[in-house]
Structures are given as C-alpha cells and as structure tokens.
Nanobody, 126 residues
Framework: QVQLAESGGGSVQAGGSLRLSCAASGYGDSRVFMGWFRQAPGKEREGVAVIWTGSGAVYYRESVKDRFTISQGNARNTVTLQMDDLKPEDTAMYYC???????????????????WGQGTQVTVSS
C-alpha cells in the first residue's frame, strides 16, 4: 500500500523561507515521479515542482523556478522542497504526489498522479 508522509509548511512573511518534505512508501524499488502541487481557495490544483527519482530530472512551474528547489533525500523516494523568497501568491495547500513510471513532460499535470498526501498549508503574509 502506497503512503505519502508530508512534513513542513506553516506561516511566514513575504521574502521568508519554508521547507516541505515528503516520504513515499510502498513503491519498492520502483523509480517514481514525485513532487509538490498546490491549490489555493477557488483555484485549480497546479504543479509546483517535481523530480524523477531515476535520473534526478526536475520540473518547475515557471513562477517558482528561481525561488524553489526540489531535491531527493538520502532515503529512497524522499524529496524536499526548499521555498525561498516566498510571495503572498504562494499561499495555498501544498500536496505531495507521486506515481511510478515515466511521464516526461506531463510531470506537472496533477491528473496523471496516482497517489497523494493529505496536504500541508503554506501561508505567506505581506
């Protein structure tokens, strides 16, 4: 059974930093696409940053590309999202998601992911 355990998040002022972590279990030795999506009230869920745990290839939403960094942890299928220079528009519920198998340039599309965490709130005040 696949499980995604999220940690991190919280509240910060604009310009501050937060870190999110996610550990996935139940995939065995499979490589996965794994990363973070977010959903603000009244808006659709959107991809933020994803990593392919096979090669380490990363995919970023354009608006976070120079501010957020996704990386793999030492343990298999663990990822961390370092969020710097946070802006009020980054405020949302952030969800960790994962799926096995190559999806390439669909990496930031929420609908292709099969497994989701429960979410953690990120609030950025101006």
């Amino acid at each position: 059974q696949v499980q995604l355990a999220e940690s991190g998040g919280g509240s910060v002022q604009a310009g501050g930093s937060l870190r999110l972590s996610c550990a996935a279990s139940g995939y065995g030795d499979s490589r996965v696409f794994m990363g973070w999506f977010r959903q603000a009230p009244g808006k659709e869920r959107e991809g933020v940053a994803v990593i392919w745990t096979g090669s380490g290839a990363v995919y970023y939403r354009e608006s976070v590309k120079d501010r957020f960094t996704i990386s793999q942890g030492n343990a298999r299928n663990t990822v961390t999202l370092q969020m710097d220079d946070l802006k009020p528009e980054d405020t949302a519920m952030y969800y960790c998601a994962a799926r096995p198998g190559w999806i390439g340039d669909r990496a930031l599309i929420p609908e292709v992911y099969t497994d989701w965490g429960q979410g953690t709130q990120v609030t950025v005040s101006s």
